[in-house]
């Protein structure tokens, strides 16, 4: 078994952010392992895309460039990476846990008879030991070295579980965008490139959808880049509530997210949900109003540099995590801070 793979998503012919944050996770994984990174880019007119992902540590760059791949449908894609797969047997491949990466991850996954974790928050190599059953039916225990710890939470987030998947390749992991950081390894970094002919990878039979109009709706707000979040949470009490943060975030410059919770109550857009089934955020400083701190929120947000925490509860989970707590209920806080700020603002 040989390299760390990720396939990267593109829109036109620019690859994703989540796709280049998979490869520095990608490139830290390889260097545990000792083996290389390579990525793999299929759409159409990609003149000098391996500039994007090069920079990254990617030592290999597999191109497929053919009217056809995009937009992205399923079976010219499947084809082409199990196919790709079959030549290069990878022992670890990496997706976003995106519309795409969660339709065409479980495809390759079935057509290699492999396994796929899906939205993991963490990804680590470690060594793993089990129980495995010999052919004379006794038990003995047997070490697997250098498995990919595919970390994710579970159980409505009420744990979290560390799978692996010893004794199928290629190891297989959707990661939500966000999760992981994206870092530069070498502006100067060079690596291989090779362009495939397409047509030895996918059939002309593949290509039954054809996309007719495609429609791509520009985000409404800016918070997984925003410096400053305000979110708030079941504990803000009502819209009504929501709209002193959202004053409370003009004023800062900020932007509003929210918990499930306060997503569930319909106080909020789903698209400003915060944490395992919203956007992962990463801001200079996040001020949490009115939320519990539940592990699948805490998940979102936990990098955040500067954590602060509104709640009436002093014992609240997300208190833990919080480098300052106000304790104080939502309806009592956020308008002092708004005067404060107001007053205190150039």
């Known amino acids: 078994m040989n390299n760390v793979f990720v396939y990267c998503e593109i829109e036109g012919t620019q690859v994703k952010d989540v796709a280049l944050e998979l490869l520095t996770k990608g490139r830290k994984l390889a260097n545990t392992l000792g083996v290389k990174l390579e990525a793999i880019i299929a759409g159409s007119g990609l003149d000098g895309v391996e500039n994007q992902v090069m920079k990254f540590g990617v030592d290999k760059v597999h191109i497929f460039d053919a009217e056809g791949l995009f937009p992205y449908t399923s079976n010219p894609h499947t084809a082409l990476v199990v196919n790709l797969f079959k030549e290069e047997q990878p022992q670890i491949c990496l997706m976003g846990a995106t519309v795409i990466g969660r ?3 479980p495809r390759v996954s079935s057509a290699l008879f492999s396994g796929l974790t899906a939205d993991c928050t963490e990804l680590e190599i470690d060594d793993f030991e089990m129980n495995v059953k010999n052919a004379d039916g006794t038990m003995e225990k047997k070490l697997f070295k250098d498995q990919l710890m595919q970390i994710r939470p579970a159980f409505g987030g009420n744990i979290v579980a560390t799978i692996v998947n010893p004794e199928h390749r290629p190891q297989m992991a ?3 965008e966000g999760v992981m950081s994206k870092e530069v ?3 100067n970094y060079k690596g291989e490139v090779v362009r495939h002919d397409v047509a030895k990878y996918v059939p002309a ?3 039954v959808v054809k996309v007719l109009d495609r429609h791509v709706e520009a985000a409404k707000h800016n918070l997984k880049g925003a410096p400053i979040v305000v979110a708030g949470g079941y504990g803000v009490g009502s819209k009504e509530g ?3 943060l959202f004053e409370l975030a003009k004023v800062l410059h900020a932007e509003v997210g929210a918990s499930r919770a306060a997503v569930d109550a319909g106080w909020v857009d789903h698209d400003r949900q915060i944490g395992q089934t919203g956007v992962t955020v990463r801001p200079k400083v996040y001020i949490a109003c009115g939320i519990s701190g539940q592990i699948q929120h805490i998940a979102g947000m936990q990098d ?3 954590i602060i925490s509104v709640n009436s509860d002093p014992e609240a989970p997300i ?3 919080a ?4 304790n104080g209920t939502v309806e009592e806080v956020v308008p002092k801070l708004i005067k404060y700020y107001k007053q205190n603002s150039k």
């Open 242 to 244: 929501f709209d002193k």
């Open 174 to 176: 959707t990661v939500r």
């Open 103 to 105: 339709d065409l991850g």
């Open 185 to 187: 390894l070498d502006e």
């Open 323 to 326: 480098d300052y707590v106000i």
């Open 205 to 207: 039979a593949e290509y």
């Open 319 to 321: 208190n833990k995590i």
């Open 304 to 306: 955040s540099g500067i």
